[in-house]
């Protein structure tokens, strides 16, 4: 592509450094912002070098947080017993929106996964296992995706801490509510009936 | 969406402003950029700050350039007499690419379009016209796309200049290369048989 100017062109590539635009899109959201107000380009440039600089991760759950420790960890109601493994900060967000959650949160940043040249070490497993250590833990919950990754870093996660005495489990595996039978995926159909649950207890909800 | 952070909240309603682009994109943009390194970001933001700041528009042809006068106008071999007008500088940079086009450009930042209240005088008309009457231009080619908004535009200029001798023209129309006839829309393929063409011209290409 030929620009006739560099500082389109330097715009237009920066921009396509981000996953999933190319150099096209780039060019039209960058022909977007020259046809809005000026502001608005400044603001977004500002609020992204702002975020960049500035934006902190829990101590304690590594969430994304403004403060040392995040909103979750601090929300005094919580139970600070179970806590729930997630991949990452989006997943934190998507369990929280179901507002059936009420302990904390342990944000691994990724899974091990050696095709990427992801290894344990990457990860925030460490400070896992230390709290887990501390002993005031009573349940975790493994809720990263059912991949191969996330399989292996499930059990990854396990062996450090079977020998202190917790409970351990995974979010339930099964058919969407609403979806029909006839279109599931065998596996999770599988799963379905072999992890059925008491009828009684799928009239609490 | 809840987010645990201002910071990022602001980041990604700022990208969601951007055409074609919702909060999840946006926050999965973001969360990217944590990802990668810092200088990444801020080269970003820089790019962006700086071309909105800085950029200049022609001001012979309206397409965007670093200096007063863009490359394609201060070109010393390019044919001064004929001007092709365009709706925007993404055109410029396509016909540029097809390398068949050796006059000048005008870029006229639109088209004529009641509905999104963008009118005759929101354009770059009154300086092609002023061009025109100047009386150096042979031929001015409309390569509008052919719509409702651009068949109104190319009439609109045409009927401001058609007191001065010069020659008009539209790009042609007709079946692509490598296209089927079997699967062109009939009013394509009935341009392409009524302005048909000596089939020695063909042969030149």
């Not at 934190?92 to 342990?106: D, P, Q, R, W």
Request: with cysteine; proline share 3%; net charge negative.
């Amino acid at each position: 592509m030929e620009f006739s100017s560099k500082l389109l062109e330097r715009a237009v590539n920066e921009m396509s450094q981000l996953p999933g635009i190319g150099k096209r899109t780039a060019l039209r959201l960058v022909l977007h912002m020259l046809r809005q107000p000026k502001e608005q380009t400044i603001a977004l440039s500002e609020a992204l070098q702002t975020m960049r600089n500035d934006v902190k991760f829990c101590k304690s759950c590594h969430n994304i947080s403004d403060q040392d420790l995040c909103e979750i960890c601090t929300t005094p109601n919580r139970d600070l017993s179970v806590i729930c493994i997630v991949e990452d900060i989006k997943d934190v967000m998507a369990i929280e929106n179901t507002s059936s959650f009420k302990g904390l949160y342990h944000v691994l940043g990724g899974k091990i996964s050696p095709m990427d040249g992801i290894g344990p070490h990457d990860l925030n497993i460490e400070s896992l296992v230390k709290k887990v250590k501390e002993g005031t833990i009573k349940e975790l919950i493994f809720a990263l995706s059912s991949t191969m990754e996330g399989d292996t870093t499930n059990f990854y996660i396990y062996k450090q801490i079977k020998e202190y005495q917790i409970l351990t489990s995974t979010i339930a595996r099964g058919i969407s509510v609403g979806d029909e039978l006839e279109y599931a995926d065998e596996i999770t159909l599988g799963r379905s009936i072999v992890d059925r649950v008491p009828f009684e207890s799928s009239l609490k909800l």
